[in-house]
């Protein structure tokens, strides 16, 4: 059975449902700090559950009889500026939690999820290698590096069948968009919608590494389905689907509205956004468990306007 921490977020939640359908409801119990959406609620099983409880999270193991953990709970890059001591707690405390889990034979196989928060300003900006320098200069980046270093730990000298992908920015119409940087990618849509218009709070040549949420799940469920000898890297893997800045966003969104327009204040996340890379080379996702991204700019936004639109 699988448990899903952290399953009222960004990611959990979608993941949760993609799980369920995938596997039947009965197998997936979805835990978060505090109760989700209807949807999540009404198909299936949910514990309130603190990643950072070590107690609770074994009870719950053990009652459910859970054979996977995707840890998905975690504070993003610009909450996590704001309470570092926080961030390093729930971000790391659930991590170990979990892995000593799997090290004590208490639990399979474990996802957890990274970042391309990872990478520095030092980091090579243009297709950013699997292995390269990597001098993170945000809370939640050095929390995510840390936490690939535990997880190849874990691996090389427990045998802990962990696996982990660095994710980009998460494109999604589901969930509001929870205390990262990249949000501004998921607000201009909403905004496009209500107002018309948007101030963005980054830069407009600000290109970042993005995806849209149904590549990004199908990754996670990919990643996981994998043979376990193909998995060859056990920090974290690149992922990669596309890149653009927000006056390429914008663009695209003038097709379906026409008169939106856009002003730039940037703030304190341009800093965090300064220091990630522009693109990334993920060669070894592609080689080793068959990643294939699907979505392009044009088909994310018409695809996220024709969905909120039916929201709003
Ligand atoms: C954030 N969406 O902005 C997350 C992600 C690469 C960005 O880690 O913090």
Not at 225 to 235: L, Y
């Amino acid at each position: 059975k699988i448990l899903i921490i952290g399953a009222c977020g960004q990611i959990g939640s979608e993941l949760t449902l993609a799980l369920r359908s995938l596997y039947g409801n009965e197998q997936v119990i979805a835990s978060d700090i505090r109760a989700g959406n209807e949807e999540l609620m009404q198909s299936g099983s949910f514990e309130i559950l603190d990643a950072t409880d070590k107690t609770a999270i074994a009870s719950c193991v053990r009652k459910h009889k859970i054979t996977d953990v995707y840890l998905m709970a975690a504070m993003l890059s610009a909450t996590a500026e704001k309470y570092p001591d926080k961030a390093w707690s729930l971000n790391m405390n659930s991590l170990f939690h979990v892995l000593d889990l799997a090290k004590d034979k208490e639990i399979q196989k474990i996802f957890w999820p990274s970042s391309i928060a990872v990478f520095g300003p030092t980091t090579p900006k243009q297709n950013t290698p699997q292995r390269t320098i990597m001098e993170p200069s945000t809370v939640y980046g050095i929390s995510k590096l840390a936490g690939e270093r535990w997880c190849e730990y874990y691996y090389k000298n427990y045998g802990v069948d962990v696996r982990s992908i660095r994710y980009p920015g998460l494109i999604s119409w589901k969930t509001s968009p929870g205390g990262g940087t990249t949000d501004y990618a998921i607000e201009i849509y909403h905004k496009a919608l209500q107002q018309g218009s948007y101030e963005c709070f980054l830069n407009k040549d600000t290109r970042l590494p993005m995806m849209y949420m149904e590549d990004a799940i199908r990754a996670t469920i990919a990643i996981m389905q994998a043979a376990e000898d193909t998995i060859r890297v056990r920090s974290s893997y690149n992922l990669a689907a596309i890149s653009f800045d927000p006056e390429e966003i914008t663009e695209t969104i003038r097709e379906h509205i026409p008169d939106f327009s856009i002003s730039y204040a940037p703030d304190f996340r341009q800093k965090i956004a300064d220091t990630w890379p522009h693109s990334i080379d993920d060669t070894n996702s592609r080689e080793d468990w068959g990643w294939q991204p699907q979505y392009d700019l044009k088909t994310i936004t018409a695809d996220m306007l024709s969905n909120l639109e039916s929201l709003v």
